[in-house]
């Protein structure tokens, strides 16, 4: 298990992950962090964990994840800028994880809409953004699960893999993980300051543009090809009746 004094030592933040929560084994990371954000605990607050036993991402879908092999973790935040931006977050933290790996390791990502970088256009990392409403969105947790050094994947998930996958050596979670924060608290000011920016960095790194997809949405399914990633990070597609559509929300699958 990474330690909380391990974590700490040497952690170049400001925010994030001044406080750190961590397990061997739990329930899910965000789950803890909904309940730890309502008991008043401070932004950038990290929790983490070697294994989830109700890991989840979008839709429910489970995240399944080998014991001590990758980065499972959630961070709190609490962003003081328009709630219709906060959807922007996602994009924040996909850029923020794409720079590290790609001065890390001699590696280019894409990124797949709404929350998933690809590596070789097979999935290796999911955000997962979850609110903690009173009266108003008060804090936002932001789960993150990143197959690091898992190298075998259950027959049910599809088109994954991992950094070792992908490198053939072992990875320094500790080290990844330290980097991670540190760009991530590098960035949170120019984030708040402009949400909309993180949006032309998503599209240098769109794997659907000009793709034939898949969007599931609201309990329906459209066909058509990507235009854009638009203004205001909403993904729009064209269907085979010529008619635009814009999504602010869905499951997007590339059609063969």
């Known amino acids: ?56 991402g979008r839709f429910q879908r489970d995240w399944v994840s080998e014991p001590g092999k990758n980065l499972l973790f959630s961070i709190i935040l609490k962003p003081v800028i328009d709630e219709k931006k906060l959807h922007l977050l996602t994009f924040f933290i996909a850029n923020s994880i794409a720079e590290v790996v790609e001065k890390m390791f001699p590696l280019k990502l894409m990124a797949k809409w709404p929350n998933d970088l690809l590596i070789n256009e097979k999935k290796f990392c999911g955000i997962l953004l979850e609110s903690v409403v009173t009266q108003k969105i008060d804090s936002i947790i932001c789960g993150i699960g990143i197959n690091v050094n898992q190298t075998i994947f259950h027959e049910s998930v599809l088109n994954a893999t991992s950094l070792k996958r992908e490198l053939h050596k072992e990875i320094d979670r500790l080290q990844f993980l330290k980097a991670i924060l540190e760009k991530l608290d590098e960035k949170y000011e120019s984030f708040l300051s402009d949400p909309d920016s993180e949006i032309e960095a998503w599209k240098d790194r769109d794997i659907l543009k000009g793709k034939t997809v898949s969007v599931y949405f609201n309990q329906n399914s459209f066909s058509g090809q990507v235009i854009e990633i638009d203004a205001a990070g909403y993904l729009v597609i064209r269907t085979k009746g010529n008619k635009r559509i814009k999504f602010y929300s869905g499951d997007v699958s590339l059609r063969k």
Do not use: R, W
């Open 1 to 56: 298990m990474i330690s909380q004094e391990e974590i700490l030592s040497g952690l170049k933040t400001k925010l994030f992950g001044q406080k750190i929560f961590t397990f061997d084994s739990i329930d899910s990371t965000n789950d803890c962090g909904k309940v730890l954000s309502a008991n008043g605990q401070p932004e950038g607050s990290l929790i983490i964990s070697d294994y989830q036993t109700k890991g989840h």
